[in-house]
């Protein structure tokens, strides 16, 4: 390996340079051996190859030691941190156009969404601490050195955040960090991202958002990941789908797919006959001849296609019969296959054959002797239930948490209806653990 004196960034447990690494860039990461264990080191490691995905950094190889320094080889990310693209435009290379924000809030929220989803709690969200690519405006969550596992209570990591992007609880009451966390810090940068003003951490909430975004697409999914109360705070699962609607909204082409999916239809004629008639099909041997052979010898695959009933020599063309609705032929005689249908015979006179059981001439709802503990077991009426557990997974599905033994529960959601983006209002009432009424009303398009 050879090792270069470029310095990319300084932290508290070490140094971050570019170096080549395996024929390739990597950001080497150098940690002095007595500022971390091999626990914490072997816990790093997990978080990287747990936490595998486009819009997270990738670990490239094992972690070694040499001189006395832990080497971490990483992804190089060529671009810049979105500190820079935020808050220094004049050394910036990323326009901050709509359909650029969007691609960044939407792959930064997919990273995170992806950590958490793998009990991966961040605990350092930071513009500096997330990278932008040039060219692609992929973004990528850097810097997992103090994450750590929420689930079972592996949380061997030191709570050393940053206090700018540090949550209410966090800040004010000293509370341990967690995924609820994660999600105010990715709200705040966002805010600060779409409006490039950077805001102050105690004045954060939902009415300041409101009053910064000022009704921008992304102001009600920001609202709710900035709530003081963590209990009440949206989850990154929760507010993803909003954030892919209005990310899809500003940039439409984002995919091949999509762009192909929306191109208009083609005008050019030539192109609408190239494929898949035969006489387009290029000059292969294995390609059926649109006329008759080389030989001479008629083809039996190029069969007329005129809708006339004869031939082109006149004959008459047994595929090829007349489609009139008339019930006579061109020369005047009947048409057996014309003939008008004679009416089906009556059978409610015919006795029933010897042996067969008498057809059940009153209906049995009509039955009023009918005794009800005469019903066979299983038989009863199904449609009540089958309506309630109908209700109960309807009213349940995409909530941001669970539902409430005996109460009432409001969201708000986006769909995307012809274009445009919709603002809906789910209502769930619950009692003993069921739900009895629910609602979902249009608000606003």
Known sequence: MAYSTGTLAKGCF?????????DTWAAVKKVPQQLIGR????????????ANHPNIVKLLGNITLKDGKWIIPLEFIFGE?????????????????????????????????????????????????????????????????????????????????????SAPEVLTMGRQRSQRSDVWAMGKIIAELYVRIRLHTPSVGPAKIKETLQGQPYCDAVCRMVEPDPSRRATMAGVIDEIRVVGRAANPTSTPVERDLLKPPSTDNAAKNRAPLPMNRGANELNREPYPFKDGSPSPFNKDRSPLPFNKDGSPSPFKKDRSPLPFNKDGSPSPLRWERTPRPEFKHLRPQIGMPNPPFTKPMEDKNRQPGLVPPGR???????????????????LPSNLPKTGKMVVRHIKQNNGKIETWEKTVVTEDGKIIRYEDVKINS
């Open 14 to 22: 070490g140094k971050v340079y570019r170096q080549r690494y395996n």
């Open 39 to 50: 626990k914490n080191l072997e816990r790093e490691c997990e978080v990287y190859n747990k």
């Open 81 to 165: 941190d979105l500190e820079t693209t935020i808050f220094q435009s004049s050394k910036s290379k990323i326009q901050l156009t709509p359909s650029n924000k969007a691609t960044i809030i939407t792959g930064m929220c997919e990273g995170l969404l992806h950590l958490h989803l793998n009990d991966i709690v961040h605990q350092d969200l930071k513009p500096e601490n997330i990278m932008v690519e040039h060219g692609t405006n992929r973004a990528v969550i850097i810097d997992l050195g103090l994450a750590k596992f929420f689930r079972h209570g592996l949380s061997s990591a030191i709570d050393m955040g940053n206090e700018a992007y």
């Open 380 to 398: 009863a009426d199904v449609m009540p239930d089958l309506m309630k557990m109908r209700l109960q997974q309807k009213g349940a599905k995409d």
